[in-house]
């Protein structure tokens, strides 16, 4: 079986991803621009033990609120709202980048 992604390896690729996606539309020189971001985000999915739930609507839910007050607490109050659908792709990949280091937990598509 193999082992669990460490969690700075979680981090720095939720890190990364974010960084790509931009959500905020900084266009940061420094890959870093996101970190504090994703290591909330992190500490609160695994606060929320979101590799315990088996319905994938009620997690990605949970996660969308977490990433929501994320962005909110960091860059409010000049955090412009971010689109629906740049959101989903926000959540969805920080959500696969999370479940992908619980190698041990099956992802059938139904749950997480």
Same mark, same amino acid.
């Given at each position: 079986?193999?082992?669990?992604?460490?969690?700075?390896?979680?981090?720095?690729?939720?890190?990364?991803?974010?960084?790509?996606?931009?959500?905020?539309?900084?266009?940061?020189?420094? =890959?870093?621009?996101?970190?504090?971001?994703?290591?909330?985000?992190?500490?609160?999915?695994?606060?929320?033990?979101?590799?315990?739930?088996?319905?994938?609507?009620?997690?990605?839910?949970?996660?969308?609120?977490?990433?929501?007050?994320?962005? =909110?607490?960091?860059?409010?109050?000049?955090?412009?709202?971010?689109? =629906? =659908?740049?959101?989903?792709?926000?959540?969805?990949?920080?959500?696969?980048?999370?479940?992908?280091?619980?190698?041990?937990?099956?992802?059938?598509?139904?749950?997480?």
């Amino acid at each position: 079986m193999e082992a669990s992604k460490r969690k700075h390896t979680v981090l720095q690729e939720m890190s990364e991803f974010l960084y790509k996606v931009d959500p905020m539309h900084l266009r940061a020189p420094h =890959e870093d621009e996101y970190d504090s971001e994703a290591l909330s985000i992190l500490a609160r999915m695994n606060e929320a033990l979101l590799v315990t739930s088996d319905d994938r609507q009620v997690t990605i839910e949970l996660v969308t609120a977490i990433v929501k007050n994320t962005f =909110e607490h960091w860059f409010s109050p000049i955090a412009p709202g971010i689109p =629906e =659908e740049l959101m989903t792709k926000m959540c969805d990949g920080l959500l696969d980048i999370y479940v992908s280091s619980y190698p041990c937990v099956e992802n059938t598509g139904d749950g997480v």
